[in-house]
């Protein structure tokens, strides 16, 4: 790997971690485009590289949120906050149960062309499609379609958590949009999207250091070398931790406005392209 598809893959993967169009499937399709064929040891040392940048673009912009968490839960405070992040504890419980159980079915379906991802991100597509619908309520004075506000719905109850958290399971597979699948359900429950957005951003943080840290055990354990290069593994991480700041940002705003639709409409596309590809 040169330079050049450290950063288009970086770029990929700060912008596609946190918009509804999936991450890897995303990764798998420009991989396709730009011919890139990985080894196993360099492939896991750019995705530790790569996620470790997102999920540092996560805790940045949502900083005042999670200091918040971080204090109250490690204190012991038993406020909201406390609470709070034991939902996020308890959505990771399936992802977790995946990720020992299964992570050998689940990377069964990486690297086998693009069939899989067309075919899930119309899924995508679909729950997004979904989701938009649900969100939408007839104004009975003008007979139109008006949005309803972010604010409307209830707050992540517990039940609402752990379905959020077997969402994020199922979308383990290249293609399902992890964020998508995750805020749609939140949707499609009555939660906030003022909320949903921000939840979903935090639940992932824990099992994506979980499988870093795995991941770097492999390495260590294995004595794998830096086969990409200082280089790559360099513009891979800032150029992931850049665009993933924005794009995190931007994805925010767009939920509480209620504007996924069109992306259930570019998922479809792709979709397509990737089955006839």
Not at 29 to 40: A, M, R, S, T, V
Not at 61 to 67: A, G, H, I, T
Not at 92 to 99: E, F, L, M, N, R
Not at 163 to 192: F, H, K, N, Y
């Amino acid at each position: 790997m040169d330079w050049l598809d450290a950063l288009i893959l970086g770029i990929v993967q700060g912008l596609t971690e946190y918009l509804p169009v999936s991450s890897s499937g995303h990764i798998e399709i420009f991989k396709q485009i730009l011919g890139i064929d990985l080894p196993g040891d360099e492939n896991l040392q750019f995705s530790v590289m790569v996620h470790a940048a997102t999920v540092l673009s996560t805790i940045v912009v949502l900083w005042p949120r999670f200091s918040g968490l971080c204090k109250s839960f490690f204190t012991f405070k038993r406020d909201a906050n406390f609470y709070y992040v034991c939902k996020i504890l308890l959505s990771c419980i399936p992802i977790a149960i995946v990720g020992f159980c299964f992570k050998d079915f689940v990377e069964s379906f990486f690297g086998n062309g693009l069939l899989v991802v067309g075919i899930c991100l119309c899924v995508t597509a679909g729950l997004l499609l979904f989701a938009h619908l649900s969100d939408r309520r007839l104004s009975g004075a003008t007979g139109k379609e008006k949005l309803v506000p972010a604010s409307a719905g209830h707050d992540i109850t517990w039940l609402d958590a752990f379905i959020i958290g077997c969402a994020q399971a199922v979308a383990v597979l290249p293609g399902l949009s992890r964020s998508g699948t995750t805020i749609a359900t939140g949707i499609l429950l009555g939660d906030r999207r003022d909320q949903i957005a921000s939840f979903s951003f935090l639940m992932v943080i824990i099992p994506i250091l979980g499988e870093a840290l795995l991941d770097v055990k492999d390495i260590i354990g294995e004595g794998v070398s830096a086969a990409i290069g200082t280089g790559p593994l360099i513009i891979g991480f800032f150029s992931a931790f850049i665009v993933g700041c924005a794009a995190c940002s931007w994805m925010i705003n767009l939920v509480k406005r209620g504007k996924l639709v069109w992306f259930a409409l570019y998922c479809v596309v792709m979709g397509i392209i990737c089955i006839l590809w």
